[in-house]
């Protein structure tokens, strides 16, 4: 069975940093591209960054609003993706999710975690 | 960036009736658009790739057609668990953004 399981969130101060785990089983983590999203309280989800496979270059993407604050890494020995957070701001309060690729460097994600809320408040 | 918008915001039907989606892209982007339906305090499901593909597992009742920029999500016999939110997203190139998403209630 397929599963990912976020971890790492909570409340943090506005400019800290946090690191979200995505914890994944049940398939070979090498093969699949790997994403994060957000969905603010009461909002739409929202497309964060992207990491492709290692045999199709490890690249990653960010959506703009968190290039340059965000990094996304993936262990494939540990079937890990991770997601550093760094300068948050109060805008950055949601729910993350992490979610698989359909394949090394598919658009469309099949499978997601349950979500970890990050609240970021003072 | 390509913008997706949906319509309507939101709709209501009764258990068995039909509901349409529609969901447009800024400019074109081929047949890579997913669909996934979201219930509250739940993580997205896919239901459609490709614009017209539907995942394994997905009742046969959602279809999904279209594109270049105009898509369509249609749920053919409306049931209880179809209730939740549903979400347009390209994949056509980076950034990949989501519609703001449709509620389907029922009548």
């Known amino acids: 069975e397929v599963q990912l399981v976020e971890s790492g969130g909570g409340l943090v101060q506005p400019g800290r940093s946090l690191r979200l785990s995505c914890t994944t089983s049940?398939?070979?983590?090498?093969?699949?591209?790997m994403s994060w999203f957000r969905q603010a309280p009461g909002r739409g989800l929202e497309w964060l960054s992207f990491i492709r496979s290692n045999p199709y270059g490890g690249t990653t993407e960010y959506a703009a609003s968190v290039s340059g604050r965000f990094t996304i890494s993936r262990d494939d020995s540990k079937r890990l993706a991770y997601l550093q957070m760094n300068s948050l701001k109060t805008d950055d309060t949601a729910v993350y999710f992490c979610?698989?690729?359909?394949?090394?460097?598919?658009?469309?994600?099949?499978?997601w975690g349950q979500g970890v809320l990050v609240t970021v408040s003072s | 960036d390509i913008q997706m918008t949906q319509s309507p915001s939101s709709v209501s039907a009764s258990v068995g009736g039909r509901v349409t989606i529609t969901c447009r892209a800024s400019?074109?982007?081929?047949?890579?658009l997913a669909w996934y339906q979201q219930k509250p305090g739940k993580a997205p499901k896919l239901l459609i790739y490709g614009a017209s593909n539907l995942q394994n597992g997905v009742p046969s009742r959602f279809s999904g057609s279209g594109s270049g920029t105009d898509f369509t999500l249609i749920i053919s016999s409306l049931q209880a668990e179809d209730v939740a939110t549903y979400y347009c997203q390209h994949a056509n190139n980076f950034p990949f953004t989501f519609g703001p998403g449709t509620k389907v209630e029922i009548k």
């Open positions: 049940g398939f070979n983590f090498g093969d699949h591209a």
């Open positions: 400019q074109p982007i081929n047949t890579w």
């Open positions: 979610a698989r690729g359909a394949s090394h460097s598919s658009g469309w994600f099949d499978y």
